[in-house]
């Protein structure tokens, strides 16, 4: 596709239930990332793939919280035993091979809201 | 660690008039530095960044930056403003700490322009 593909947009789910969560990059882009949004705050930095592998997951809050991207492309972030204080809108981003200079291009977000 | 600051919660400006959105960055070594918007229930968007070279950085939507190394300040600037530029903005820094891989962002200025 032309841009970041985020799925779903919405998702509300009750407290302790598992969600996944999709990422479709550009086509091409081999970084991908995803990041956390709470309400009136910046994108807080989750989890970085380079490829396959997750290069950096020093965001992730907890153990409760994972992602894959198992061939380099699509990524899904999965969410265990969610909890309120998971709300956020979910980021992803992907850039190409530029590690100083690449922008971020970021999908329109997934709104979690957990009740 | 990297890191970005926005001053200012909200700017109010006026249509036609200029506009300018405040940043001060904090790294260790060369900065990267980007600027975002954010439109409701949206995405982030690409504005423009600052690498190397001239200290004044044009961008998309008629935006620029003036990076300032003394000051350690990379404000946004556009001469004159739209209603439609009404948004969120987002200031965000390389991350050399982590091999320049992932982006801090602040903490967001919201833009008001009134008619």
């Known amino acids: 596709g032309a841009g970041v593909s985020q799925t779903p947009s919405n998702k509300v789910t009750e407290k302790g239930k598992y969600v996944e969560l999709r990422c479709d990059p550009i086509?091409?882009?081999?970084?991908l990332y995803w990041y956390r949004q709470s309400l009136g705050q910046g994108p807080e930095f989750l989890i970085y793939?380079?490829?396959?592998?997750?290069?950096?997951d020093s965001g992730l809050p907890n153990d409760r919280f994972f992602a894959v991207r198992p061939e380099g492309s699509v990524s899904t972030l999965k969410i265990q035993r969610t909890e309120r204080g998971d709300s956020a809108v979910y980021l992803c981003?992907?850039?190409?091979?530029?590690?100083?200079?690449?922008?971020?291009?970021f999908g329109e977000g997934s709104r979690l809201t957990v009740l | 660690a990297q890191s970005v600051a926005q001053p200012e919660d909200q700017v109010n400006v006026a249509e036609g008039n200029p506009l300018t959105v405040k940043c001060t960055y904090s790294?260790?070594?060369?900065?990267?530095l980007f600027w975002y918007v954010q439109y409701p229930n949206r995405g982030l968007q690409f504005l423009l960044k600052?690498?190397?070279?001239?200290?004044l950085v044009k961008g998309s939507y008629g935006f620029e930056a003036e990076f300032n190394k003394s000051q350690t300040s990379f404000h946004l600037k556009k001469p004159s403003a739209l209603v439609s530029d009404s948004a969120l903005y987002f200031c965000?820094?390389?991350?050399?700490?982590?091999?320049?891989?992932?982006?801090?962002f602040g903490t967001g200025t919201r833009l008001l322009v009134s008619p």
């Open positions: 981003a992907s850039s190409d091979d530029r590690p100083k200079t690449g922008e971020l291009f």
């Open positions: 086509s091409g882009h081999t970084a």
């Open positions: 793939f380079q490829g396959t592998g997750a290069a950096d």
């Open positions: 790294v260790s070594g060369n900065p990267y």
């Open positions: 600052y690498i190397t070279g001239d200290n």
């Open positions: 965000a820094v390389r991350d050399i700490d982590t091999g320049f891989q992932k982006l801090v």
